[in-house]
């Protein structure tokens, strides 16, 4: 069901004919008028929702469109003006609510734009007296197998840099952790707060506190 709502022609009749001779002229015009609009906005929503990869609108656009069909099996010319006034009024509510699902598909539009992940770069100076045998860069909280970076490297050993890393900042700046191994078999692990890290990439180094027995990481 997915993106398959197709859109509709502007086409000037309801049914037979939205056009008739007589005292009713007026309110024919305003109800083939109303359809114009109705159909402009069914198709602007349309194309809007081709656009997002969010399918949970899909039921709702279908049902508007039915409601399409019924108005569409109106015949004019045998209605009186307050039964077409009923109708002009059925067709606003159906304006209304494509505004609506319009603003709500715009909304998951900016959200899944946003969504998008920024990749920034890293470069890691060994600034400690420490040598790492093993290096992981990950999100925080995925708990899947993580790469040892340094796995082609004898070693991270002091006064060495390890260039071309990347990690991606998402829409909710979700942190990433940095793991590091050295030759004694010591884990350690930083949080790194991607929020303030800039898309023009980031330089560090790595920094030990002989007092703390903690590894930083400074800016």
């Not at 400690?128 to 040892?148: A, P």
């Not at 340094?150 to 002091?158: D, H, I, T, V, Y």
């Not at 010591?186 to 890290?197: D, G, Q, S």
Request: charged fraction near 30%; aromatic fraction near 4%; charge should be negative.
């Amino acid at each position: 069901m997915s993106k398959k709502i197709i859109s509709l022609l502007i086409v000037c009749c309801i049914s037979i004919s939205l056009i008739a001779c007589g005292p009713s002229d007026e309110k024919i015009q305003e109800a083939q008028s109303k359809y114009t609009q109705l159909v402009e906005i069914h198709n602007q929503a349309v194309e809007a929702h081709k656009e997002i990869s969010d399918s949970s609108l899909d039921e709702s656009l279908v049902k508007l469109r039915e409601q399409i069909d019924e108005v569409e099996g109106y015949h004019l010319q045998k209605m009186s003006d307050e039964e077409r006034d009923t109708l002009i009024q059925i067709m606003d509510v159906l304006i209304t609510s494509y505004n609506e699902q319009l603003a709500t598909i715009n909304d998951i539009k900016d959200k899944e734009d946003a969504a998008v992940l920024i990749p920034i770069s890293m470069t890691i100076a060994n600034d400690t007296g420490l040598s790492f045998h093993m290096l992981k860069l990950y999100e925080k909280d995925d708990i899947g197998v993580h790469k040892n970076i340094l796995e082609e490297m004898e070693s991270l050993a002091p006064g060495q840099t390890v260039i071309g890393l990347v990690i991606q900042r998402d829409v909710d700046n979700t942190p990433w952790i940095l793991e590091l191994t050295d030759s004694d078999g010591t884990t350690y692990e930083i949080e790194l707060p991607v929020a303030e890290y800039g898309e023009e990439g980031v330089k560090a180094s790595l920094k030990y506190s002989t007092e703390t027995k903690e590894l930083s990481l400074d800016i």
